[in-house]
């Protein structure tokens, strides 16, 4: 098992940008793909960015260009770099493991979420 602690969320205008951080408890390189969704306030949760065990990459085409998704072995720490954040970007964003190749629509292990909030 592991356990995901997300931070890096808080309160910025249209056009900046935040780091999202999420620490595994455990040893994540070669083990996991690990990723990130969000949810907004009345929708429902959607995929934002995946990264897989051999570092492949994939985005939801709405931040494609925009977010970057990263680790760091060493910490064992995913990261989300926002830049160019938009008010539709604002959600609730979780992250997420699997103990597979590549990222499912229903990962095994998922972090208490951190919020993010995109003023105009």
């Known amino acids: 098992q592991v356990q995901l602690v997300e931070s890096g969320g808080g309160l910025v205008q249209a056009g900046g940008s935040l780091r999202l951080s999420c620490a595994a408890s455990?040893?994540?390189?070669?083990?996991?793909?690990m990723g990130w969704f969000r949810q907004a306030p009345g929708k429902e949760r959607e995929f934002v960015a995946a990264?897989?065990?051999?570092?492949?990459?994939n985005y939801v085409a709405s931040v494609k260009g925009r977010f970057t998704i990263s680790r760091d072995s060493g910490k064992n720490t995913v990261y989300l770099q926002m830049n160019s954040l938009k008010p539709e970007d604002t959600a609730v964003y979780y992250c997420?493991?699997?103990?597979?190749?590549?990222?499912?629509?229903?990962?095994?292990?998922w972090g208490k979420g951190t919020q993010v909030t995109i003023s105009s």
């Open positions: 997420a493991a699997d103990p597979k190749s590549i990222l499912t629509g229903s990962p095994a292990y």
């Open positions: 455990r040893h994540t390189f070669d083990v996991y793909a």
């Open positions: 990264i897989s065990r051999s570092d492949s990459t």
